[in-house]
C-alpha cells in the first residue's frame, strides 16, 4: 500500500520549520500525519535551512541566552520594525507563547550553541542553532519520523478541494502521479512566493528580475496562490518581504548567509550614479541590515556599491567572493563600472563633511559628518587609506509577507473573517499577520514555531475520532 | 597537480566557510578558521589535522553537493590531511608509502611474518618449537634478548621518524617549540584529546557519524582502541620492570600486572578497532570519501591482529601451538611497529600537535585586551 493509499487525520504541506513544529505536534497529540515536502532530500526544510537564530521571550538567562527579553521588549522591537504593521492580540500571544521554545525545541532533538562570532548584540534575545538551520531541520525530520510521521519528498500540491471553508481533499503530484488525499483537518506551512519571479513581477515590475532569491528555488506560493483562490482572507503586502543587500554576484537562488556584505556601515554606498542614497551609519548593522534590501531595490538597476578602505578590514565578516581592490578612489570607481569624478566628488564631500571623533566600530560612536546629505551618523571615517575596497550590491529577497490571515488557534481566516474549521496555517504563509513590514532577526522562525505548534495542536483535535 | 588542487580546494571552502560561520559550535576547525582572513598553505594542513572528520559539518552544510557551492569539508580535509602526512614524512624517501598505504602495510605485515616464521624454523629446534612448555615459557623459542633488542631498536627508529614528522610539521606553523611546551595549552590539548572532545559534535550528542543522526558509537570505539593500545603498552612496560628491576621472568601469570593490563586493553584492542572498522563500512562514501589508501583499513587491521594473536597467544601458551603462535604474533606486531610511521597512526602526532596550536591561538586571542 503506498502511503497515498493510506489514511491520515493530518495533512501538512510544507516541510520547513513551521512544517514540521506542526507535523510532531499533532503526531505527539496521537494524530495520523502525513507531511507533503515539495522540494527532494536536500533541499528540504524551505528557508529553515538557511536559517540560524530564533528569538523568543525570556524571564532570564538561560544558557541559551545572556540576559532577559521579556515579553514588553520584544513586542517594542516588533512594532518598532513594523511600523504598527502587526496585529498586537495575535503578536503579544505569539510573544507569550514563544516563552517555552527552547526547552520544546531541545526535547525534539534541536541543539543551541553560545553566541560567538559576527553576532554582535544578538546573544541576549536570539538562540543560535548549532549546526544552523539544516542542522534544525534534521532533527526536527528524524524526531518526527521517529513518532511515525509519514514524510513525502516532491510532493506537490496542485489543487485544494475547500467547501463553506472546510478543507475536503488535496491534489498532490509525486513522482509523475496524481493522488487525492483527503484528511480531517489540513495545515499548510508551505512558505512564501519569493521564488516565482513572474509573482514578484507582477508586484515590482522589472524590477523584480534583478532580484536574488536568498533561499530555496522551492518556495512557488503556489499553496497560497490557491488558498486564496479559494476564499481564504489576504493579509499583508505583496511588496513586502525581507530583503537586505548582498554581494550582487550571489546565485540567483540559495545562496544563503555566505552572500552577506557586512561592511555598509563602514563604508559609503553609492547608486548606479555614483551618489550616496542614505545615512549608512543609522545604527548598528544588524538592526540595519533588514532595509538595505528594499533601499538598493529602490535605486536604478536595483544596484548599490559600497566603498571602504583598508581601515575597514577585518572589522566586518568575511566575504564569500573577494572585493575589487584598487589603489584610488578613481580606479575603484572604474573597476566598479562607474563615473569616476562623481565617485570621487563624492567621496571628498563625504571625506570633508567628516568630524573628528572616537572611532569605535562596537558602539554608536561620535564619528559622524556634518552638512552632509544625507548623514552618515556613526563611524564616519574619511575614505583616505588605499588600498580601497568594493562590492556591488543587490536586494536578497529572504521571504514574503503576503499571506493568509489566521486567528489565535492559527485557524485559517475565510474571506469574510470567519475562521476555518479544519484548515491552519503556520510559518511564512501567515508570517504577515505579525509582521507586516521590517524585519528583526530571528522573527521568520518564531513565528514558525509557534504557529506552527498551535496548528499542530489545532489539526489534531480534528483527527481524534 | 593533485596536491594544488587540493590546497586550492581547501581554500576555497574556507573562504565559502568563513563567509557561513554556522559551523563554529561543532569543533575546533572553524573557530580556528575565523582567526584567519586568507589561509596559506600552512594554515590549511593545521586545519586539516584539526579535523577529526566527525562530519557535521557536511550533515549540516547547506552548501553541500548538489548546490552550487558544492561544499564538502571533511572528504577535502582528509585528502589534505594525507596530503600532509607524506609531507612530514621522516625520511622523506618513505612519503610514497602513503600513497598505497594498504597494500604497504600488507607487505610490510607479511615480510614480517615471514621472517618470524623463518627464523624459528630454521633456527628453533622443531621438536622445541612444537613442544608443550608448561609453563609457557616464550623464551625458549626466541631467546629475550633477540626479543628487547629488535623490539627496542624498531622503537627508537619510530621515536625518531615520529619526532622528525612533528618537528616538520610543527615548522610550517611557525611556532617556536617553546610554546608548545606551554603548561596551559599543552594540558588543553591532553584533556581535548583524550576525551576526544571534538567527536561530541559539540553539545555532546556526538559525531554524525556513520549516519546524519548523532551518535556516541564512533567515540566510544576510539575510546577502545587509544586505551586499549595503551594498556597493551602499560603491559609491556609493566613487564619491563617485572624482567629488568625485579629480575621476574616472564611468563608472568593471569593475574599478574602486566597480564591483567595485557589482556583489558587486548580486549579494548579487538572490540574497538572492529567497531570502527564496522562504523567505516556503514558510513556515507559521499561524506566521508571513499576511503584513502587503505590507510585506516590497514592500521585498524593490523592492531586488531596484534590483539587477537596476543590472546591467542596467552590463551594457547601452554600448547604445543605457542611456539608458532609467538612467532606469528611478533610477526604482526613487527609490521605494526614498522608502518606506524607511515599509516593513518600518524594522526595522532599531527592532530595533537594542531590541538596544542588550536590552544596557543586561543590563550592568545584571549589575552588580547580588543573583544
Redesign the interface.
Known sequence: MTVFEQSFDVLVVGGGNAGLCAAITAREAGARVLLLESAPYFYRGGNSRHTRNLRYMHDAADGIMTGPYREDEFWDDLLRVTKGKTDEPLARMMIRTSADLGSWMMARGVRFQPSLGGTLHLGRTNAFFLGGGKALVNAYYRKAEALGVAVVYEAEVTDLAIEDGRFVSAEVVHAGERHSVRASALVVAAGGFEANIPWLREHWGEAADNFIIRGTPYNQGHVLRLLLERGAMQVGDPRQCHAVAIDGRAPKFDGGICTRVDCVALGLVLNRHGLRFYDEGEDFWPKRYAIWGRLVAQQPGQVGYVLIDSKAVGKFMPTVFPALQAASIRELAGKLELDPDTVEATVTAYNSATRPGTFDWTVLDDCRTEGLDPPKSHWALPIDTPPYYGYLLRPGITFTYLGVGVDARARVLMADGTPSDNIAAAGEIMAGNVLGEGYIAGIGMTIGSVFGRLAGKEAATHGAH | MALIDTVREAERLM??C?????????CAVF?AM?MR?AFTEGDLSYLANLCHNCG??Y??????P????AVNVPVTLAELRAQSYQDYTWPPQMAGVFERNGLAVSLVTAASLSLFLLATALLVDPAVLFAVHADGDFYRIIPHDVMAGLFTAVSAYVVVAFAMGFRRFWQQTGESYASFGRPRPFLQAMRDSLTLRYLD???G?GCTYPT??PSQSRRVYHHLTFYGFMLCFAATSAGTIYHYVFGWQAPYGYLSVPVVLGTTGGIGLLIGPAGLLWLKHKADPDAFGHGRRGMDTGFLALLFLTSLSGLLLLVLRETSAMGVLLAVHLGIVLGLFLTLPYGKFVHAIYRFAALVRYALERSRAAERPE?
Not at chain 2, 18 to 26: D, K, S, V
Open positions: 573562504t565559502i568563513n563567509a557561513c560561520r554556522y559551523c563554529e559550535g561543532h573557530p575565523e582572513l557535521a559539518c550533515a549540516h552544510c547547506q552548501y553541500a548538489p548546490h552550487e557551492f559534535g559539540g553539545a550528542d546524519e543522526a573583544a
